[in-house]
């Protein structure tokens, strides 16, 4: 069975400040995806890692992918208080195109 | 519409009664999907559609859930005799599809969300 873990589950981080999330997975996949969810919102897609060593950036985030590791971090670079929500990383199944999902990460930026 | 829409945004029952969820996917999306997302639990996969027909079924939690999909298009999903466990948010997303058979060669899954539908059962 597919398994996604997400690390930190909670961050709290000041403005300014550079943190990294950790996303393992525990069977092989190519496909790894970045959501972002707000508040009563639903998932916002972020970003697509396709193969191993995919990096994309957008913002003050940037993704990476580490098909080898099993591993993708998601990389906030001087954090601001609008990237305060929920992220999620999502690993598309072997077996089919479902997701497994991460518990996500959520983000708090304090002043 | 251009994104994922689903009805109703909110739904109460009480414990035992019958709820229908409605998902209308992104125009052309040929791939749905149900998803739930509760606390304990946090996002789980439900169901798969490819056009009308569901390849995978393997998330949903029992035999009283059932999902259909007709004309390719919009989708329902039926709890019947709903348990207060079942209480989450249920969302939706489409994608364009999966086409050719071969992983190697089929296009990405990117897949777009709806804003839910939350079920609450008293």
């Known amino acids: 069975e597919l398994k996604v873990e997400q690390n930190p589950l909670f961050l709290s981080m000041q403005e300014g400040k550079n943190y990294t999330i950790y996303c393992n997975y525990s069977?092989?996949?190519?496909?790894l995806y970045w959501y972002r969810q707000d508040p009563g919102k639903s998932l916002e897609s972020l970003f697509v890692?396709?193969?191993?060593?995919a990096v994309k950036q957008e913002g003050r985030l940037m993704a990476s992918l580490d098909t080898k590791a099993r591993l993708s971090t998601l990389h906030i670079t001087a954090a601001v208080h609008d990237l305060s929500a929920t992220y999620f990383c999502a690993v598309e199944r072997n077996s089919g195109y479902a997701l497994n999902f991460g518990k996500g990460t959520s983000l708090l930026v304090t002043p | 519409g251009a994104g994922v829409s689903q009805s109703p945004s909110n739904k109460v029952t009480e414990k035992g009664k019958d709820v229908e969820l409605r998902c209308d996917p992104i125009s052309g999306h040929t791939a749905l999907y149900w998803y739930r997302q509760s606390l304990g639990q946090g996002l789980e996969f439900l169901i798969y559609f490819q056009g009308n027909s569901a390849p995978d079924k393997s998330g949903l939690p029992s035999d009283r859930f059932s999902a259909e999909r007709t004309g390719g298009s919009v989708s329902t999903l039926t709890i019947q005799r709903t348990q207060q466990e079942d209480s989450a948010v249920y969302l939706c997303?489409?994608?364009?599809?999966?086409?050719?058979?071969?992983?190697?060669?089929?296009?990405?899954?990117?897949?777009?969300f709806g804003p839910g539908t939350r079920l609450t059962v008293l």
């Open positions: 069977t092989t996949s190519d496909r």
């Open positions: 890692l396709l193969s191993n060593g």
């Open positions: 997303a489409s994608s364009s599809g999966t086409g050719g058979v071969e992983r190697r060669v089929r296009s990405y899954n990117e897949q777009f």
